[in-house]
């Protein structure tokens, strides 16, 4: 029987006869997730990552920008493409670059973050991958916020710092300056195609018989544990997720990562009782040998099924993740697939995440000479119950976000107690 990749490549190979200049581009495993996660959002949302900049007033120009932005899309096929659904395929379909930067203004009494997140509450999903948002903070505000925002399609967490780079250096040209070259154009293309043919043969490989079984085995009693909506509604106005954050000394060589996922699985504890396989997604993985670092070819996403019944011993969860990680290249669809074909009635949600970065790889966002200081706007909607991201550098950095139509701000923040207890016992500071 052949794979999943097998049958993806297959349906857009049907699609697609190869000849002259591409219009559709196929997907990698992981864009093929977010199709999925999309798909099953009643409301048909795709999963947004933004970075959030404060500038003094008056610092950035929007045509500058706006002219950055889109010689930047011009340059990466990812930015520039529409992620779409032909006779049931996912592809990305190839238009001219058109960067939106949306100024917004704020109501009497308002500030730029409730600004962003009604912005990106409404965000289209048919229109450009990029968009910048820019939004003077509050009428008397000394700031102003610019929102570099992507459809995670489109990127994952390592491009960000290239992202952010090349807006900057593009920035600093001028409105004025060429965009890339064709042959540049060109020869980017060619190393994106090459790069998700090369990640979609690994995945086929992936795919195989073997790992089929381990999954299936692994994830048999897998089941989403997600409380149905709250019976009561939250009052009008308040924002739809809930967050914590913490900082404490790092150690030397940061916390290791099987201590981070048992740090979950006690927060899964908390929220769902004990006694449940919870279904936790964390990204994993790398290119390709060979492969070009295209924005769009991107990390798996890896289920690790958190046991919340009698507590595993961080070994325990050790050696689990390490039997996880000669499967991890299998992608996620064919995961779901063999949890389902082994009996598991889970159908591709995650009740948890957790994504780990290192700051030091963080380069800021400079403007025209000024640097941007990146921040944080809560409140706006998430995906799932919860989400935990793990900051390693100087400092450790853990913060928590959580739909509040799920679940309820002193569950969530037990949880998070629970978590932050479980990697070392926290010094809070302001976040």
């Given at each position: ?148 925002v992507l459809d995670h399609s489109a990127c994952d967490g390592q491009s960000l710092a290239r992202l952010v780079e090349e807006l900057g250096a593009g920035y600093d040209e001028g409105p004025k300056a060429e965009g890339p070259s064709p042959a540049d154009v060109a020869a980017e293309l ?242």
């Amino acid at each position: 029987m052949l794979s999943i990749t097998s049958q993806y490549l297959a349906r857009f190979r049907r699609l697609h006869a190869g000849d002259g200049t591409p219009v559709l581009l196929p997907v990698t495993g992981a864009q093929r997730r977010f199709a999925l996660v999309r798909a099953m959002d009643p409301h048909g949302r795709p999963d947004l990552v933004p970075m959030f900049f404060a500038f003094p007033r008056g610092t950035v120009d929007p045509e500058r920008l706006a002219a950055a932005a889109n010689h930047l899309a011009a340059r990466h096929p990812v930015l520039r493409a529409r992620p779409t659904v032909l006779r049931g395929t996912p592809v990305l379909r190839l238009e001219r670059p058109r960067v939106p930067v949306i100024q917004e203004t704020c109501a009497p009494g308002e500030d730029a973050a409730t600004v962003l997140r009604r912005a990106l509450g409404r965000w289209e999903p048919e229109g450009a991958p990029l968009r910048l948002f820019l939004v003077p903070d509050g009428p008397e505000g000394t700031e102003e916020v610019l929102a570099v925002v992507l459809d995670h399609s489109a990127c994952d967490g390592q491009s960000l710092a290239r992202l952010v780079e090349e807006l900057g250096a593009g920035y600093d040209e001028g409105p004025k300056a060429e965009g890339p070259s064709p042959a540049d154009v060109a020869a980017e293309l060619a190393a994106y195609q090459d790069a998700v043919l090369r990640q979609l043969d690994a995945e086929e490989r992936a795919g195989a018989p073997e790992a089929m079984a381990y999954w299936g085995e692994r994830l048999r009693t897998v089941c989403e544990q997600a409380p149905v909506a709250r019976p009561e509604p939250l009052s009008p106005g308040a924002p739809p997720s809930g967050s914590a954050a913490l900082r404490m000394p790092a150690p030397s060589d940061g916390v290791p990562f099987p201590e981070l996922l048992n740090a979950c699985r006690a927060a899964a504890a908390v929220l769902y009782g004990a006694g449940h396989v919870v279904p936790l997604g964390y990204p994993w993985g790398g290119r390709p040998a060979g492969a070009a670092p295209v924005l769009g070819c991107f990390l798996n996403t890896v289920v690790f099924p958190t046991t919340t019944g009698d507590a595993p011993t961080a070994s325990a969860t050790a050696a689990a993740w390490w039997d996880d990680l000669d499967h991890a290249a299998t992608p996620f669809d064919a995961v779901v697939h063999a949890a389902r074909a082994a009996g598991s009635g889970w159908r591709g949600r995650l009740d948890g995440m957790l994504t780990v970065d290192d700051t030091r790889r963080q380069p800021p966002l400079h403007l025209g000479g000024v640097t941007g200081r990146e921040i944080h706007v809560d409140g706006r909607a998430v995906r799932g119950p919860f989400a935990v991201s793990v900051s390693q550098g100087p400092e450790l950095r853990l913060r928590m976000v959580w739909d509040r139509a799920v679940l309820p701000d002193h569950a969530a923040e037990s949880a998070f107690t629970a978590l932050a207890d479980a990697v070392r016992t926290p010094v809070p500071t302001a976040d």
